[in-house]
Nanobody
Framework: QVQMVESGGGLVQAGDSLRLSCAAS????????MGWFRQAPGKEREFVAA????????QYSNSVKGRFTISRDNAKNTVYLQMNSVKPEDTAVYSC???????????????????WGQGTQVTVSS
């Protein structure tokens, strides 16, 4: 089992940058593919980005591609989401998620993730 805590959220202006972190407990962090999801007020949770165990494979939603970068440091049990050129429509609660996976596997389907953090609020003002 893995527990995760997100940090780095806050209030920023459009065009700014922000880096979210998700720190995981346990010795088996490198066994999990990781993902970031977000939920805006009144909307369903949606996929943002995912990264494989070996960091070689990543995938992004069309809405963030080219602006956000997912990365992970298996030695620090941490996954990151670098958010550049943020927009008001990026306002949401961002949550990290973990799933048991093969070395190069990534996943965009929310229901396939086993473990979730509590989330961190990101608010982008115009």
């Amino acid at each position: 089992q893995v527990q995760m805590v997100e940090s780095g959220g806050g209030l920023v202006q459009a065009g700014d940058s922000l880096r979210l972190s998700c720190a995981a407990s346990g010795r088996t962090f490198s066994s999990y593919a990781m993902g970031w999801f977000r939920q805006a007020p009144g909307k369903e949770r949606e996929f943002v980005a995912a990264i494989s165990r070996n960091r070689l494979n990543t995938q992004y939603s069309n809405s963030v591609k080219g602006r956000f970068t997912i990365s992970r440091d298996n030695a620090k049990n941490t996954v990151y989401l670098q958010m550049n050129s943020v927009k008001p429509e990026d306002t949401a609660v961002y949550s990290c998620a973990a799933m048991s996976a093969g070395v190069g596997q990534i996943e965009t389907i929310m229901s396939r993730y086993n473990y979730w953090g509590q989330g961190t609020q990101v608010t982008v003002s115009s």
